[in-house]
C-alpha cells in the first residue's frame, strides 16, 4: 500500500519561502501523477501543482494553478522516492494544510477526486 509523507510546513513572513517534501514509502515514485492540493479554513480543496513522469515522453511534466505559476515549483529526487514543493513569495492567501497526492492511474487530473492516496497534510502559515 501506497504511504505518503509530508514535511516542511511552518510559519512565515510574507515574502518567505518554505520547501515542503513528500516521500512515498513502499514504492517508487513513476508513472503515476504526484501533486499537491491544498485545503484553506471554510474551502474546498484545491489544486495547486502536479507531476507526472512517463517514458512515453522520457521526462516529467508539471502543471501549476494560475494563482501559484511564477511562484512555486514542483520537482522530484533522483532516486524516484520524493516530491518537492518550492515556494517562494509566499503570500498569506497561501495559508493552508497542503497535501501530497498520488493517483492509482496512468493519467493526470486536477481534482482531488482524480487521486487514491493521500498524505496526513502538512500546515502552512504565511503572515502579513
Known amino acids: 500500500q501506497v504511504q505518503l509523507i509530508e514535511s516542511g510546513g511552518g510559519l512565515v513572513q510574507a515574502g518567505g519561502s518554505l520547501r515542503l517534501s513528500c516521500a512515498a514509502t513502499?514504492?517508487?515514485?513513476?508513472?503515476?501523477?504526484m501533486a499537491w492540493f491544498r485545503q484553506a479554513p471554510g474551502k474546498e480543496r484545491e489544486f495547486v501543482a502536479g507531476?507526472?513522469?512517463?517514458?512515453?515522453?522520457?521526462?516529467?511534466?508539471?502543471y501549476y494553478a494560475d494563482s501559484v505559476k511564477g511562484r512555486f515549483t514542483i520537482s522530484r529526487d533522483n532516486a524516484k522516492t520524493t516530491v518537492f514543493l518550492q515556494m517562494n513569495s509566499l503570500k498569506p492567501e497561501d495559508t493552508a494544510v497542503y497535501y501530497c497526492?498520488?493517483?492509482?492511474?496512468?493519467?493526470?487530473?486536477?481534482?482531488?477526486?482524480?487521486?487514491?492516496?493521500w498524505g496526513q497534510g502538512t500546515q502552512v502559515t504565511v503572515s502579513s
Open positions: 513502499r514504492h517508487t515514485i513513476s508513472d503515476y501523477p
Open positions: 497526492a498520488q493517483s492509482g492511474t496512468t493519467a493526470f487530473g486536477f481534482s482531488s477526486r482524480d487521486y487514491d492516496y
Open positions: 507531476i507526472w513522469w512517463s517514458i512515453r515522453w522520457s521526462g516529467g511534466r508539471t
